[in-house]
């Protein structure tokens, strides 16, 4: 949290967290009088306008419980048709 704030404190317009699971996304808004978007919630955001379905691919099963959060938190819960894993880290597809 502390480099968000710093980023305020410097005169930065905007925070992005970049992560699927947006670690800190409703925190940080909390505590900044600037925008805070995340990855994830921004890319639920987009999927629902592309259509009524949709599904989630995570690197790892290990995040699969913070998605599902994630689409409580939004409402999306009944949006998406799964959360699946893809087996490849994160690592390999550098």
Not at 14 to 31: K, T
Not at 56 to 84: D, M, Q
């Amino acid at each position: 949290m502390n480099s968000t704030l710093t980023a305020e404190e410097e005169g930065f317009d905007a925070v992005v967290i970049d992560c699927a699971l947006d670690p800190g996304l409703r925190q940080a808004r909390g505590f900044l009088d600037i925008p805070v978007a995340g990855a994830g919630e921004s890319s639920l955001l987009v999927a629902q306008l592309l259509g009524r379905k949709f599904a989630i691919v995570s690197p790892s099963e290990t995040s699969i419980a913070g998605l599902a959060e994630n689409l409580h938190f939004l409402g999306f819960e009944n949006r998406a048709s799964s959360i699946n894993q893809s087996g490849i880290s994160r690592l390999y597809l550098a």
